[in-house]
């Protein structure tokens, strides 16, 4: 088994979220609540302020150098569209898009169409012309499906989705290959709360028997997804979770592959 680990870019900045959605509030009542009930430490809840008055709710770069000094290919969705408390816009997005091809990132969609043929099209269109990129994949953002979004996907003409959480091979549907994923931060950490309700042991703990149990579905791939927001000390417990997670993976003599190397292999091995 091998690791696809890959990141989805939901913030880049506090200020896009002002006037356009509820994320302001939800951020200050979840860090109270973290802070009260113990999970986070002052010095979180103080970083989270000076988050906030840095305008800063990204960590592209911290995570990209971590990664490369790990051996971790990057893979970033990055979205061309918002919706559902993605805010940012397309020059904001643009930036970070330039750097992560500068520092030869896998660049895919972060998507937020998933039911209208129509309006899919668009948002992939804009990605090429954007990104300049021909071949390319996409993941929704907050995963949302119906049962004609994967079909719809494939037909937009992504090369890869990776929307589906199941303990799935890589499979195509027409032309595309879906990856479902395995592992997200938010499910393990937040564990169904909206908030942080485990400690750093628990999250390994639940973590490794999601690893174990992609092993017994003989899974080729595992697949992992961080949020770059949490790559930083004012989430601390999520920080130690990837760097340990990372870590563990390498131990287990895990390798770590992206989406389109892994593509090569399923399609050299069908040949
Ligand atoms: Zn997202």
């Known amino acids: 088994m091998k690791a696809i680990i890959s990141h989805d870019l939901d913030h880049i900045t506090v200020w896009e979220h002002l006037f ?6 939800k951020y200050m009542a979840r860090m109270h609540v973290e802070l009260l009930s113990g999970k986070i430490s002052l010095r979180e809840y103080t970083l989270r302020w000076s988050d906030f008055f840095k305008n800063k709710w990204q960590n592209v770069d911290e995570l990209i150098t971590f990664n490369n000094i790990n051996g971790v290919p990057t893979s970033f969705f990055v979205a061309v569209n918002k919706g559902v408390g993605l805010n940012y816009s397309n020059e904001a997005a643009m930036l970070w898009i330039e750097q992560m091809q500068s520092r030869r990132c896998e660049i895919a969609v972060h998507g937020i169409e998933f039911d209208n043929a129509g309006l899919m099209l668009n948002e992939y269109q804009l990605f090429e012309k954007l990104t300049g990129q021909q071949n ?35 499979y195509k549907i027409g032309e595309m290959w879906e990856f479902p994923f395995q592992i997200m931060d938010g499910w393990i950490i937040e564990n169904y709360k909206s908030w942080q309700s485990l400690n750093l042991e628990q999250a390994k703990i639940n973590t490794i028997k999601l690893i174990d149990k992609a092993h017994e579905h003989q899974l080729q791939y595992l697949g992992i997804d961080f949020h770059d927001r949490y790559f930083s000390h004012s989430f601390k417990t ?11 993976l390498k131990c287990q003599k895990i390798e770590f592959i992206n989406f389109n190397s892994a593509i090569k292999e399923l399609e050299s091995a069908q040949a």
């Open 20 to 25: 356009r959605d509820t994320i302001i509030p």
């Open 136 to 170: 390319f994949g996409i993941r929704m953002h907050y995963v949302r499906n119906t049962e004609k979004t994967y079909q719809l996907l494939a037909e937009t003409g992504y090369t890869y989705d990776s929307t589906e959480h199941a303990y799935k091979n890589p």
């Open 238 to 248: 999520w920080l130690d979770w990837y760097m340990w997670l990372v870590d563990y």
